[in-house]
């Protein structure tokens, strides 16, 4: 069973940064997919970033060039730098995870993970 515990949220300007983690215990493949995703009330959860465990990432057209995924396998720990912040990015941001290598045309589809953390709120005021 793997655990996710997402961490670095909070409230920022527009223009400023963030850097959001996501801690994993309960597997031991260090190549495993995974991909951050945010969900404002009443809306469907968006797929943001994702990463496939071997190098390939595919991000949503609407933080391109301002968010960065990345990973560090000897901690098993998920990234979300995001830069260059908009109010419109407000929201819960979500860590999700599969034990398996997804392609990355489905690397922001919801139905592609089976692990997910809780969330941590990100707040972009203007």
């Known amino acids: 069973q793997v655990q996710l515990v997402e961490s670095g949220g909070g409230s920022v300007q527009a223009g400023g940064s963030l850097r959001l983690s996501c801690a994993a215990s309960?597997?031991?493949?260090?190549?495993?997919?995974a991909a951050w995703f945010r969900q404002v009330p009443g809306k469907k959860r968006e797929g943001v970033a994702g990463?496939?465990?071997?190098?390939?990432?595919r991000y949503a057209d609407s933080v391109k060039g301002r968010f960065t995924i990345s990973q560090d396998s000897g901690v098993n720990t998920l990234y979300l730098q995001l830069t260059n912040l908009r109010p419109e990015d407000s929201a819960v941001y979500y860590c999700?995870?599969?034990?398996?290598?997804?392609?990355?045309?489905?690397?922001?589809?919801?139905?592609?993970?089976?692990?997910w953390g809780k969330g941590t709120q990100v707040t972009v005021s203007s």
């Open positions: 999700a995870a599969a034990t398996r290598r997804i392609s990355v045309l489905s690397l922001l589809w919801e139905e592609s993970y089976r692990y």
């Open positions: 309960g597997s031991s493949n260090s190549r495993n997919s």
């Open positions: 990463v496939d465990g071997y190098g390939n990432n």
